[in-house]
């Protein structure tokens, strides 16, 4: 319990620096953010949400800090929220979880912040893409923020690429809050494909109105330590989430998956299916809460965790949590860590399949069934490519990025 | 073509084979016979190099190569088939992505180009045929939702599909009704050539009306302790196994 100290001096000498940058509504909460950081200090592994990442080993290196403004090309819909066209103040730190000390710390810290605001009945055909690029000349920590304001029948797909586009230490935290107003729609796909040297802390907030439909899909490609956290609040009746991952990790890779998802009102539908494919000794932990409150009646929720351990050196923590207070529910949830199948493996080698291309084919196989849950097609297409390239070997950098090249 | 020597192989910590002698020449189809537990399926597996068993003595040598030396794939890129006695489901894996992944592997061990997609779903209409399997089984994952009798048969069709030169039929016939087992006999007898040799594993004579075996083996605790014709088999079908037992002892 010691990187504490650099973020605290940090903090000290540069608020002023990041205030001046920074905006009003980012600024007010910026001191409360930094006291709520210096009393929690970062989570030990007996802070429940964070038992499987060594959150301060992650963070003691030195890393000079970016405070270059946010690029933010002209397009529809995507704004820097210092130049947002709605009042932002009932949206900016609200559903963020102020216990949280990554969270924290990120609000402390971060002086530019992306929105995403798609107004009244507003169905935008196209997908909404951003695209994430770390650059850096020496270890940089970059801190993000983004607001994402789905106002009521606004429909709309959002599609976040995470890339690392130098071979440099990248720490990165993101905190992401989520706003559906009633009967909103949106799908929200958050991509990584970074390099072994990337560390991201990310924590995703999404509260639902009524009649709301919100998917979060969870791709995991290519990292080196990754701790994703997603909490959903269903505030309004009748609405839906759907939250689904792809975690693949091999070499000494980590990826932490950790949800929350709280029935507050009665007639919602939640369903989760996270899938692992962990290789060498990776190291992949899941752990998903679904919380039913006392008056969320005809709650229905899904919850499922499936895992394949590629080799006998990869670990896999699993930990699907169910908590209900209601008592008209109708709730399920699972888990399974699985090895290869020894007998699919003999049987595909008796054909003449050779073993390497045998085991690519009952990986893909098995992350198959959450690729398939991608709902805009070309997307789907482009990842069912990606996961097998990744399978063989052959993503080692993100192939259709000029930058790698 | 296939020439077994003194082989003892054993799974876990258990011997199974206990000093195999065989020799199969081309265009030679031998039926293996024996009561339950006695080491026909060991010896199969043994043969096609399923790593779940161990050969701790003797040889095997297929057109003069050292069979054993070989990974299970190569095995089968030389020509070796085995029609498995309980064909497993891989789910994900649809039956043309299976099928073309195996005939291609075999393509590229043997030097020749993989086939192009065209060429390939022509060649699997063909040979779909051959064994009247329903096309709707081929958009499926490997042997998913598939009846014990689809199973078999869809272990014909893949041999249809990799013409391979020497061929195990283990139980091919166990679950089949008697259609069914005319239908996959028959399609087995379609696809071999005069060079094709075999060794069909059967409990039955049922099967053997339509696969005439030229020798018939009979394998009891680990070892060959008879060989003779089709007759010999038919006698088994009469009479079982203990007036064999009774002449050993």
């Not at chain 1, 397009?75 to 102020?98: F, G, K, L, M, W």
């Not at chain 1, 029948?153 to 690429?161: E, F, R, S, Y």
Request: charged share 25%.
């Amino acid at each position: 319990m010691t990187s504490e100290l650099q973020y605290i001096e940090l903090y000290n000498e540069a608020s002023d620096l990041i205030k001046s940058k920074s905006c009003p509504v980012m600024n007010t909460v910026r001191d409360e953010a930094f006291a709520t950081f210096q009393r929690l200090g970062f989570p030990s592994k007996k802070v429940e949400r964070y038992r499987y990442t060594d959150v301060d080993a992650a963070f003691a290196p030195n890393y000079g800090i970016s405070l270059s403004p946010l690029t933010v090309k002209p397009s529809a819909y995507i704004y820097n929220i210092q130049e947002a066209p709605i009042d932002v103040t009932p949206y900016y730190h609200r559903i963020a979880d102020h216990t949280d000390a990554i969270t924290a710390l990120n609000t402390a810290l971060v002086h530019d912040a992306l929105l995403v605001y798609v107004p009244k009945n507003t169905r935008v055909e196209d997908p909404i893409v951003v695209d994430n690029w770390l650059r850096g000349t020496a270890a940089t920590m970059m801190n993000r923020r983004v607001l994402i304001v789905m106002e009521q029948g606004a429909d709309a797909t959002l599609i976040i690429n995470d890339h690392a586009a130098d071979k440099q230490r990248f720490l990165t935290t993101q905190v992401i809050e989520v706003f559906c107003h009633d009967n909103a729609r949106l799908d929200l796909y958050e991509i990584e494909e970074t390099t072994p040297l990337c560390s991201r802390f990310s924590n995703v907030y999404i509260q639902e109105g009524r009649d709301c439909n919100v998917k979060h899909n969870s791709i995991t490609l290519f990292n080196g330590q990754t701790r994703n956290l997603c909490d959903v609040y269903l505030q309004g009746e009748n609405s839906e989430v759907t939250l689904n991952g792809c975690a693949i990790a091999t070499g000494s890779q980590r990826i932490d998956n950790n949800t929350l998802i709280r029935h507050e009102v009665p007639n919602c539908t939640s369903d989760e299916l996270y899938k692992y494919v962990v290789d060498d000794k990776a190291v992949g932990a899941f752990a998903g809460k679904i919380l039913v409150e006392k008056d969320a009646q005809k709650t229905s929720s899904h919850e499922t965790n499936a895992n394949l351990c590629a080799s006998s050196d990869a670990r896999m923590y699993t930990q699907p949590m169910l908590e209900i207070y209601a008592d008209d529910v109708k709730c399920a949830h699972g888990s399974t860590v699985g090895v290869m199948d020894e007998a699919a493996l003999f049987y595909m080698r008796q054909r003449g399949i050779p073993e390497a291309e045998a085991r690519t084919l009952l990986k893909n196989a098995f992350m198959g069934q959450v690729i398939d849950q991608i709902k805009y097609e070309p997307l789907r297409q482009r990842l069912a490519v990606k996961v097998e390239k990744r399978f063989r070997g052959e993503l080692e950098k993100c192939d259709d990025c000029r930058l790698c090249k | 073509m296939l020439i077994i020597k003194n082989l003892h192989a054993k799974v876990g910590d258990k011997e199974i084979l206990k000093g195999i002698d065989l020799t199969i020449n081309d265009g030679e189809i031998h039926a293996l016979m024996g009561t339950n537990g006695a080491g026909k399926s060991t010896l199969s597996n043994v043969i096609v190099g399923n790593p779940a068993y161990e050969v701790t003595e003797g040889s095997i040598t297929f057109n003069g190569q050292d069979l054993l030396a070989m990974s299970t794939e190569e095995r089968a890129h030389a020509g070796i088939f085995m029609s498995f006695q309980a064909p497993i489901e891989i789910p994900g894996v649809s039956m043309t992505n299976f099928m073309r992944a195996a005939v291609n592997a075999r393509r590229e061990a043997l030097g020749k180009e993989p086939l192009k997609s065209t060429d390939f779903l022509k060649v699997m209409r063909e040979k779909r045929k051959l064994v009247e399997i329903d096309q709707k089984l081929m958009n499926r994952s490997v042997n998913e939702g598939f009846s014990g009798g689809e199973r078999k048969r869809n272990e014909i069709f893949q041999m249809a599909m990799l013409e391979p030169s020497f061929c195990i039929l283990d139980e091919t016939d166990s679950g089949l009704d008697v259609d069914a087992l005319r239908i996959v006999a028959e399609g087995f007898n379609k696809l071999r050539t005069a060079e094709t040799s075999a060794i069909v594993i059967t409990h039955y004579q049922r099967l053997l009306d339509y696969i005439r075996p030229d020798f018939v083996h009979v394998l009891i605790n680990g070892q060959i302790v008879k060989s003779g014709t089709a007759e010999l088999a038919q006698q088994i079908e009469e009479q079982g196994f203990d007036w064999i037992k009774e002449e050993l002892a």
